[in-house]
């Protein structure tokens, strides 16, 4: 019994008299919280291993349990909160890094939600998307200057590659290992059917899914893991992992417990070796060298894919941004502070990187002054929530957003943020096959073309009442939006006007 | 055009008329049934007794199947003689039922070996047909002591259930153990002494000599006095009016997978016949409900013109008695024979699995018989083991022992 | 009555997670109860549906409404019927509970309940459920109401 055993996060409340000792809280908890006890024949929980995952009330027939937030508290202490005494009891315990996963949970400004949204009334018509025409469909890729046409009236110019979007959100990177076959095959069929696109993340493309490829954006990492002729030829798109929002400036580590089977036959490594990604890409070390690898890959696809450059939102992303807009890339892909993880280091992912709100609206501002905008298309991402996010991010600038812990969300996912420990309930985020079977995709993808189909209404909508009938026509127009309970300072980098303005 | 007539109106019966439907729905069907009865299931009238059903309970089929399948039925009546050379069946009072194709179902009859003074027992049943069991239950008063002669599932389903409604119950048998024939020493044991517990005496190893008056007079020197006799020795089949004709008949009418007799246009099927064991691969009298049904259904489809076959059948049982069940299927070959047996032996339950040539041949199952017809099918399907974990499969009938194509073809597909 | 072309109850083990939610979801539809904490508290279910596991394999079995139903052949009381919308019922008012059923079906798909009557799935259509209650509550989609072959 260690000081950091005394206090359980959460408390399973158990109501004995709806409690039918079906067991299914048992069978369903990999962290092995609930278990019988014959001589009593009452189900028992031992609390300590709880993480809040909610698998356990989700499938408990008579709804007879409750994941409390533990009563017993330490003594309160506005400085020295609970959870930062835990983790330093942690830390003393281990003397090792802390982890999570994620996104961060702290209580910064989510400034989309102090963002507010235009709408027509009497000088202007709203439009009905029930009624009218209403275009949510994007391209993404480098646009020309000008356009010339031939005598007949048929482009002349030559377009760059394009990825075409039924609407203007795709499913970020996740990585084949940390999260499953499962939860691939369902944001994979799920993007196919929609008309838009997945990411590999830095494992590669499993076998089974390359019948996906014209949805599938395919990444490359630090790692390089799983690169190969067949896997850049496969997707739509190349992505460039230069950074990650959930932890900027430094690499990732898949354990060597997760490399098993088809995930080390995928990322190409022996099983039981640890997959490090390096922080840095070692070839890169300045914008020359990112133009060598953009370049690179461009000959490798023949130039008919384009390609993104995916970086973390720091300090300076407005300057990032218009190097890497120099560098040749098609796409930038910014990914802000708050976006998610399978695992990070808590100080990490809670204390580096910057809002993705302020990122993209300096780097669309510097883009447009440097008269480089049309040379690069934007996506954002790093906890786009819904579609009211996604009509802000376009009207600060964005072509289009990632979204990643919506769609594990919509997949079942109950952010208990323990990810790392490869036991997630819902068959999500782990590789152990009695857990991955819970995921059924069939269901998985069905959710997810349900949320992505009530987006696009709800964007309809938002598009409506502000009487434009083109995302088109919205990006960039931040006309369209006013602040609420913002600073000067913020005002102006965002670019918007206070409420009232 | 046909003319189709069935001798008996027994399960087999019934099941030959829906065989005929099936595919013809058309020529006239006549049935010659010898009880006044529409069709009952005879095995039901020990639970008649026990109170578990009533008379109207009992009908196999609801009371508008004959006139649903355009059957004509004559209560009351017995075929006499078969002339095959111009297709008709004489009834006894010297009618002539014209045929094309006919069916005898004509089920099989109480044996009672001669035994002295038994013309002289007044209150003496058999045990075979709804009207045995009226009679016997008019006899019943709860002072009365009852001798049951034969201790086969015939005399112990009727020792179950008239339990209660008299004193006490005595069963003798000539064998050295109860059910005989389906169980071994070990098992009759078992559920001999479970009967035991439920007040029923046995006398085995031996027989009666003699009835003096109201007092049986054992082998054994022993004298049982008794109210109430029941004779419950055995059944043979009804083979007398296909032999007559000339028909080829060993224990039973003798009939091919079609159901066919040697006659032509004469098929039979049910108690009556000998037909196919694929445990043995001979020929035997399997006078069992789930037979008769597919026999008589097998026998009607053939009759009527469709070819069908019934060549699956086996021996099996399930029995029950004051709760404790029982289920035998197959055969059981001895070590001698080449046969291998598994077994579980304990306080609550027995299970024999009997293996012969990477078969499952037989099994015997007591207390835990929860999901045998995976077992019964193993049998009846000739599976064979290599094709099931078959050390997980005689532990637990489950399907987890087979292979996952093989799941995917019941649980994913039409059976 | 041969009828085969009919909606069954399939479990496809891929998704099946040995959950055993589809037992007291069959006990409860078929409890007559408004509540499933009133119905199953304290009670020793008796589902129409049960689970089979071994190791990994994990898949539900219940009855399969066989084209060619060997139970209802062997029936011998004439209780098991299949009826023409292809559903092999049980008459438990005629069932005298002589196991011959279990004896003969190849699935293991019928039992006993707790008088000792023979009951097997029926597919909810005679319950208050009115659409096969473990299909609904299957967390997983494991199994599935749908016309096959």
Known sequence: ?501 | MEQYVIIGNGVAAVSCIEGIRSVDTESPITVLAAEPHPTYCRPLISYYLEGKTTVERMVYRKKSFYEENHVTVRYGVTAHKIEIHTHEVFLEDGESVPYTKLCIAAGSSPFVPPMKGLEKVEKQFRFQTLDDALALEQALTPDAKVLIVGAGLIGLKCAEGIHGRVASITVCDLAPRILSSIFDDLCAARMQAHLEQHGISFLLNDTVTEFKGQTAVMKSGAKVDFDILVAAVGVRANIGLVKAAGGNCNRGIVVDARCATSMPDVYAAGDCTEGYDLTIGANRVLALLPNANMQGYCAGQNMAGKAAAFDKGIPMNSIGFFGLHAMTAGTYFSEQEGGVCYEECDDKHIKRIYTKDDHMTGFLLIGDVEKAGIYTAMIRNRTPLYSVTYDALQKDPSFASFSAEKRGQIFGGVV | MQVSKMKRVYVNEQWCLGCHLCEYNCAFANSGKPDMAVALKGKIIYPRIRVEQDGQITYAVNCRHCTDPICVKSCIAGAISKDADGVVRIDQEKCVGCMTCVLVCPYGAVAPNENGVMQKCELCLQNSCGEPACVKGCPNRAIVYEERG
């Open chain 1, 1 to 501: 019994m260690g000081v950091n055993d005394m206090i359980s996060t959460f408390e399973v409340v158990r109501n004995e008299q709806r409690c039918i000792q079906c067991r299914v809280c048992e069978t369903q908890c990999a962290n092995l919280v609930h278990y019988y006890h014959p001589d009593t024949g009452l189900m028992m929980s031992d609390e300590s291993k709880c993480v809040n995952c909610q698998r356990c009330v989700a499938l408990c027939p008579t709804r007879a349990l409750k994941i409390m937030k533990n009563r017993c508290r330490m003594r309160e202490n506005a400085n020295w909160s609970q959870d930062t005494i835990l983790e330093i009891y942690k830390q003393a315990d281990s003397g090792a890094v802390l982890l999570s996963s994620m996104g961060n949970p702290n209580p910064l400004p989510v400034y989309w939600d102090r963002i507010l949204i235009n709408a027509s009334q009497v000088t202007n018509p709203p439009i009905d998307p029930l009624r009218e025409p209403m275009e949510t469909r994007v391209y993404l890729g480098r646009k020309p200057e000008q356009i010339s046409r031939k005598e007949d009236g048929s482009l002349d110019t030559k377009l760059a590659p394009q990825l075409q979007l039924s609407l203007p959100v795709m499913f970020s990177a996740m990585s084949y290992g940390s999260i499953s076959y499962n939860a691939h095959a369902s944001l994979a069929r799920a993007a196919t059917e929609l008309g838009i696109y997945y990411n590999t993340g830095e494992g590669g493309l499993h076998q089974d899914f390359y019948r996906y490829g014209a949805h599938t954006i395919i990444q490359v990492a630090s790692g390089r893991f799983g690169v190969h002729k067949d896997y850049l030829e496969a997707g739509a798109a190349v992505e460039i992992k230069m950074g990650q929002g959930a932890k900027p400036g430094i690499g990732g580590h898949l354990p060597g417990t997760k490399i098993v089977g088809d995930v080390s036959r995928t990322r190409m490594i022996p099983e039981g070796t640890d997959a490090i990604s390096p922080a840095p890409h070692h070839d890169i070390y300045s914008i020359e060298d990112l133009r060598q690898l953009v370049y690179s890959l461009k000959e490798a696809t023949e130039y008919k894919k384009p390609i993104i450059v995916k970086v973390a939102a720091v300090h300076n992303i407005a300057a990032i941004a218009s190097g890497i807009a120099r560098s040749g890339a098609d796409i930038i892909a910014i990914d802000g502070f708050r976006g998610g993880t399978g695992a990070a280091p808590t100080r990490i992912r809670d204390n580096v990187g910057i809002p993705i709100e302020l990122a993209l609206a300096a780097v669309d501002t510097r883009l447009r002054e440097e008269g480089i905008r049309n040379r690069v298309s934007l996506v954002v991402g790093g906890s786009i929530r819904s579609a009211s996010d996604v009509v802000k991010a376009i009207a600060l600038g964005a072509d289009a957003c990632y979204v990643a812990t919506a769609a594990v969300l919509a997949l079942g996912c109950h952010l208990c943020r323990t990810c790392q420990t490869g036991k997630c309930n819902w068959g999500i985020a782990t590789q152990r096959p009695d857990l991955v079977k819970r995921l059924n995709p069939d269901v998985g993808s069905e959710r997810l073309v349900n949320l992505m189909n009530a987006w696009k209404h709800e964007i309809k909508e938002l598009l409506g009442g502000m009487g434009i009938n083109s995302i088109e026509a919205l990006r960039g127009n931040r006309l369209m939006l006013r602040g609420v309970g913002m600073t000067e300072k913020e005002l102006e980098i965002l670019g918007i006007a206070h409420a009232g303005e």
